[in-house]
C-alpha cells in the first residue's frame, strides 16, 4: 500500500490510539492547513472531531495522509489524479472491478484517465 522509499525520511508512527493535527503534521511533514484542506478534498480521510472541533487522527489515518502525500508530492499526482487512484486502490482491495473487467482492462480505464488529465493539464 505504502511505498516505504517515500516515506524512509519520516520518523516511525507511535503505537497510539489518537492523533493530533499538529502530531500528525510532524510525522508526515505536512502542514496542518494542508491536513486540513485534503479532509475536504479526501472522502476517506475523516478524523474524528472531539471538544472545540479538535481534529483527532487514528493510525490508519496517519497513514493515509502519508500515502497521500507520497502520490502528490513524489509521484507527481494531482488532487483529482491521487483521488482517483485512492479509489481504485480501495475498489481493487474489495475486488469491486466493474463489470467483470480483469485486471488489464482496469490498467487501461486508469491510464486513459490519466492521460485525460494530462490533455486537460495541456489544454489550460
Known amino acids: 500500500m505504502l511505498d516505504p522509499a517515500g516515506n524512509a525520511s519520516l520518523p ?17 511533514a505536512v502542514k496542518p492547513h494542508v491536513l486540513r ?9 475523516k478524523p474524528v472531531k472531539r471538544r472545540g472541533n479538535r481534529r483527532y487522527y487514528q493510525r490508519h489515518e496517519v497513514q ?5 502525500r507520497n502520490l502528490l508530492y513524489i ?11 485512492l479509489e481504485m486502490d480501495a475498489a481493487g482491495d474489495r ?6 473487467a480483469g485486471p488489464n482492462q482496469q490498467s487501461i480505464r486508469h491510464l ?6 494530462v490533455i486537460a493539464l495541456l489544454a489550460d
Request: net charge negative; charged share 30%.
Open 64 to 68: 493515509l495522509v502519508r500515502q497521500i
Open 37 to 45: 484542506y485534503w479532509e475536504q478534498e479526501f472522502q476517506q480521510l
Open 12 to 28: 516511525p508512527i507511535p503505537g497510539k490510539r489518537y492523533f493530533t493535527i499538529g502530531e500528525v503534521s510532524e510525522l508526515c
Open 95 to 100: 475486488g469491486d472491478q466493474v463489470g467483470g
Open 75 to 85: 509521484d507527481g499526482y494531482t488532487i483529482s489524479g491521487a483521488r482517483n487512484k
Open 112 to 117: 486513459i484517465r490519466e492521460l485525460d488529465e
